[in-house]
């Protein structure tokens, strides 16, 4: 498994190529904490806490060089690196520690120590504390479900123009399926597109619903991890329709995994994301 991180403003350093070379780490271990109570056989409050990883990393430049060429490379490669996973820790954010899976870690690396470089030789190793606060691995997936007044068959996304000229160059009938393979309910980002009106869609029988008009310029987006409901208009303004949204059933709730039943009246396109977390990353791609 070969790993990378990104930080939060999109530079990336990966671990597995010259002259990063990741040596060792514990970033594929867990625990959950939990409470229990003397004397009963019983576990209670079972959560997810911030939780500190090592990962050692040398810095080797290529054997080809000289060896003040070396030499110059190592001091070069430490000091990007340290640019981009400060940045990070400087302006209280996460970046995203990635595995070649797809799955990520948000996270900052909170300390380093580090070993040989007073040798003088042409390599620096360091070991860096992983701090997630989130603590899961996560990789959102996304599908798009088009209008039935196109032609063809939903693809992976929706080949909109954002001057809002939309090409739908696939269709869907109203009533689609979508098999997710997880362990758990997932949070979720639902986008519609107009022109619509009230959008509706059931998801799984459990009806996600806004009572608004979007015009073919506007779009509107569901958020269920910040409990938000929000609509964009073509001039860019955002208004907020959280108290629009139905109420007979939760708009936020996650949704479940397996052989998902979306069904709507197929006069708008819409996107969905999916979040999945685990423990740890899958090992495989797939």
């Known amino acids: 498994m070969n790993f990378y991180y990104i930080n939060s403003k999109g530079e990336r350093v990966n671990f597995y190529e010259e002259p990063y070379l990741f040596q060792s780490g514990d970033l594929l271990d867990y625990s959950w904490s ?43 490669a430490a000091d990007r690196l340290f ?11 996460d970046g995203s520690l990635f595995t070649d899976s797809g799955f990520y870690l ?8 580090k070993s040989n470089w007073e040798s003088g030789l042409p390599f620096i ?17 996304s599908k798009s479900f088009y209008p039935s007044a196109a032609s063809g068959s939903a693809s992976e996304y929706l080949d909109y123009d954002f001057d809002y000229n939309f090409d739908y160059s696939a269709a869907a ?19 519609v597109y107009g022109p619509a009106v009230q959008p509706r869609i059931s998801i799984n029988g459990h009806i996600h619903q806004v009572f608004t ?3 073919a310029d506007e779009y509107l ?9 929000v609509k964009h208009l073509a001039n860019g303004a955002q208004l907020s ?30 996107d969905l994301e999916l979040r999945i977390e685990r423990s740890e990353p899958k090992w495989s791609s797939s």
């Open 106 to 113: 948000p996270c900052r690396l909170m300390s380093s120590s």
């Open 34 to 76: 939990y409470d229990s109570e003397s004397g009963f056989n019983l576990i209670s409050n079972v959560r997810k806490e911030p939780k500190e990883r090592k990962v050692s990393i040398g810095i080797i430049p290529d054997t080809r060089l000289s060896y003040e060429e070396r030499k110059a490379a190592a001091k070069s």
């Open 173 to 191: 009938v109203g009533v689609e399926r979508w098999n997710i393979q997880h362990i758990a309910p997932m949070p979720f980002k639902l986008t």
């Open 241 to 270: 329709l959280f108290d629009l949204r139905g109420k007979s059933e939760s708009t936020f709730d996650p949704i479940e995994p397996g052989n998902i039943a979306l069904q709507w009246d197929g006069t708008f396109g819409f």
């Open 221 to 229: 987006v569901v958020d269920s991890l910040g409990n938000t409901v």
């Open 83 to 93: 640019d981009v996973v400060e940045y990070d820790v400087l302006n209280d954010v």
């Open 125 to 141: 190793f360091e070991e860096f504390s992983v701090v997630s606060a989130k603590n899961s691995w996560i990789r959102e997936i």
């Open 213 to 215: 008009s979007l015009a």
